[in-house]
């Protein structure tokens, strides 16, 4: 019987001190309400939303801590009854979750793993096995018209990212994957405030001094005379310095294979953007670089130069405090005719060749570098895993590469630089082991046909 593993991707975090109110945490349930978290602002449930890849999931309500991000889920058996020909019931479904599941967002470049579950199992690393080894199905067991109300922990989302989805694989296959498309959540950013250079105070104005004697004024009638002394006029205090808002970034870019310094450019941007907001340039006799961020953010960058492939990565600010200095060392790896390169974040509707908005960033980094390199033609070539229909396996294949170039095109490249090819099931990289272990075999990859 095929088992059924919830698996999911999803962005941020999540807070340890969360307690939830009437959900119970086991099979089954009809669902309840979860009590504010009052020690956060942004911490209500929020409606639940999103898409979900299979009919019987529901996501009940969604919820920001300082330190999680929190999925309320509902899962529904919607199998009709049956036996099998042994006359052992064929209609149950195992539930649990696979510690794999994540969730992305900012267009793929951020991505946020899972830390817990309350109300179904964790999938086993090292599944129980039959006599012939094959794995021996696990989880909760569920049967027709059942439901399981769970919750899903993980890490928060970066501040001004709202719109995510929750990932398990791209595929039903032995093991059914339930993904969850479009997930959106109230997440304001924090409101960055830049503080212009401060000029120094100008200098007080000199006081003429005065004799320390002076002629005895006119006293009222009763009162001796006297001298009449000046008061000290005080010096301005000076302005207190400005409190530093800027972290310095800076590290070299060099060769992977070689370590040779490198000429670069890094394109880099808030998380929560779409556009990048500022690039500097490596230099060529030491590929050392330098750039000023807003401390408290969380920026993601892609480094690229002529003849090397593309490299992103994340620079998470939000606990550095202003004035400190970080230091990211970023290494590119050389382009040669031949190379095949895996695009390892491409997502697409379950079982089909639809391209999700989650793989953008993995496909932006090979637009700059076919920019980078206007000379360079490749060919994408797509494969899927050895179980199925093997004519609708080559069929897939071929739709989700031409569904690549077609994003490729979307961003300037000319399509005659992009070749596509799918082989279906015919070139595996694993034909035995689990379906987890064959994730593998499900992928999009490029070969370099020219630079």
């Not at 999540?14 to 956060?40: K, N």
């Not at 109300?149 to 032995?174: I, P, V």
């Not at 104005?205 to 005895?216: A, I, R, S, Y």
Request: net charge neutral.
């Amino acid at each position: 019987m095929p088992q059924r593993c919830l698996l999911f991707l999803f962005l941020t975090g999540l807070c340890s001190s969360c307690m939830f109110g009437s959900y119970p945490s086991g099979y089954p349930s009809q669902g309840g309400q979860q009590l504010p978290d009052d020690t956060y602002p942004n911490s209500g449930n929020q409606p639940g939303n999103g898409r979900a890849a299979d009919p019987g999931v529901t996501v009940n309500s969604i919820r920001l801590t300082r330190d999680y991000t929190i999925l309320n889920l509902t899962f529904t058996n919607k199998n009709q009854p049956r036996v099998d020909k042994n006359g052992e019931p064929a209609d149950r479904e195992f539930v649990e979750f696979d510690p794999s599941g994540q969730l992305v967002a900012a267009n793929g470049a951020r991505k946020f793993g899972f830390l817990k579950v309350e109300g179904i199992p964790v999938k086993s690393e090292r599944p129980n096995r039959d006599r012939f080894g094959q794995p021996l199905p696990s989880g909760l067991i569920t049967r027709p018209g059942d439901q399981v109300t769970f919750t899903l922990y993980f890490e928060r989302l970066d501040k001004g990212l709202e719109n995510f989805d929750l990932f398990e694989c791209n595929d039903y296959d032995q093991i059914v994957c339930w993904n969850i498309y479009n997930l959106r959540v109230s997440n304001p950013a924090d409101v960055v405030v830049y503080a212009p250079p401060t000029t120094p105070a100008p200098a007080p104005t000199p006081v003429p001094k005065l004799p320390k004697k002076q002629t005895p004024l006119p006293q009222p009638s009763g009162e001796s005379g006297g001298e009449m002394e000046i008061p000290k006029k005080e010096t301005p205090k000076p302005a207190p310095a400005p409190v530093p808002t800027l972290v310095a970034v800076s590290g070299i870019v060099s060769d992977a294979k070689n370590k040779r310094p490198v000429t670069a450019t890094i394109d880099y941007q808030l998380s929560a953007s779409k556009q990048a907001i500022d690039s500097v340039q490596s230099f060529a006799s030491t590929g050392a670089y330098r750039m000023s961020l807003n401390k408290g953010q969380v920026y993601t960058y892609i480094a690229s130069a002529r003849g090397y492939q593309s490299a992103s990565g994340v620079l998470d600010l939000s606990k550095v405090a202003g004035g400190q200095k970080l230091t990211r060392d970023i290494a590119l790896t050389p382009l040669a005719v031949g190379d095949k390169v895996t695009l390892k974040n491409i997502y697409f509707e379950m079982s089909k060749s639809d391209l999700l908005s989650a793989s953008f960033a993995e496909l932006n980094k090979l637009v700059s570098m076919m920019q980078d390199n206007p000379k360079m033609t490749i060919r994408l070539e797509g494969h899927t895993d050895i179980i199925g229909d093997h004519d609708k396996n080559l069929q897939l294949s071929r739709d989700r590469v031409i569904a690549c170039q077609r994003y490729l095109v979307q961003q300037g490249i000319d399509v005659d630089r992009i070749q596509t090819i799918g082989y279906g099931d015919t070139r595996p990289i694993l034909t035995k082991g689990t379906d987890e272990e064959r994730k593998v075999n499900r992928r999009v990859e490029f070969v370099i046909l020219a630079i």
